[in-house]
């Protein structure tokens, strides 16, 4: 058994490695989920269904980005060796797409157990952006989702710890982190959301559709630093779903303020 073999491996046992980047991944997922069963259950639902469902969203959420990054780098990463498809440890999970399929399997999972789409949404989605903030050290580790390249004195004087900086050079340059940034700005949209929108918020809804606008926002922004964006043809994919989700985010708000179902519980 060994840690810390390398800057990406958190443990190697044998033959089996885990990786820095599936340590960050479930450490947010847990973060996640135990901030959803204390909403649950300080709104009197069940706290059980939950161990179910996570489990299920991590595992489809997981898939779903994969086949999002693949679908837009197979001829650059994997046509030469389709079989790599599989190897996630090395990276290459686009979190779009694990939304897409994380929502869906949500609406069919909540609808089954009689549960508002919408309540649920507001108790769950405000900590996905802890687990998009971890995650995102996962890309640190593996040193990937950088941005374009800067001075280190540019780094210096944003008074980063050097291990950070240190680890911005890369092929020869230093990099924006922006790992860094958009871990920031989900943690910044979580307290928003969390410490000022739910305590306004009148209609149920509004913390679910508030993440979409927050984190279309700060994905929009941080993505236009980014060297290694998936493209479609000339437009930055990334960018391109960030918009929607900014317009969904603000006619979602606008349409439960209008037509959507007051809150009984003001604690929600």
């Not at 149920?204 to 630093?225: D, K």
Request: charged share 10%; proline share 2%.
């Amino acid at each position: 058994m060994t840690f810390f073999e390398d800057f990406s491996t958190f443990l190697t046992i044998g033959p089996f490695t885990i990786t820095w980047y599936a340590v960050c991944i479930l450490v947010g997922a847990c973060i996640a989920y135990f901030l959803a069963r204390y909403r649950f259950q300080q709104n009197g639902y069940r706290t059980d269904i939950l161990s179910d469902y996570f489990i299920n969203l991590l595992l489809l959420g997981i898939i779903g980005a994969r086949i999002w990054y693949v679908i837009f780098t197979f001829d650059e990463f994997y046509a030469a060796d389709p079989l790599e498809v599989f190897a996630i440890w090395h990276g290459g999970l686009a979190i779009q797409g694990g939304i897409f399929v994380g929502l869906i399997y949500s609406y069919y999972f909540f609808k089954k157990h009689d549960i508002p789409f919408l309540v649920a949404g507001d108790y769950i989605m405000p900590g996905v952006l802890i687990a998009q903030a971890c995650g995102r050290w996962g890309n640190f580790f593996n040193h990937e989702a950088y941005g374009s390249e800067v001075s280190l004195e540019f780094l210096q004087n944003l008074h980063l710890p050097d291990f950070i900086i240190n680890n911005m050079y890369i092929q020869g340059a230093y990099h924006h982190p922006t790992f860094l940034y958009e871990s920031l700005g989900n943690i910044l949209c979580f307290l928003i959301i969390i410490l000022i929108i739910r305590r306004l918020q009148k209609h149920q809804g509004v913390q679910f559709f508030s993440y979409f606008l927050g984190y279309g926002i700060v994905r929009f922004f941080v993505e236009s630093l980014r060297t290694d964006s998936l493209m479609f043809g000339f437009i930055k994919v990334a960018q391109l779903v960030s918009i929607v989700f900014i317009i969904v985010g603000i006619a979602g708000i606008v349409y439960v303020h209008i037509y959507g179902q007051k809150i009984k519980n003001q604690d929600s």
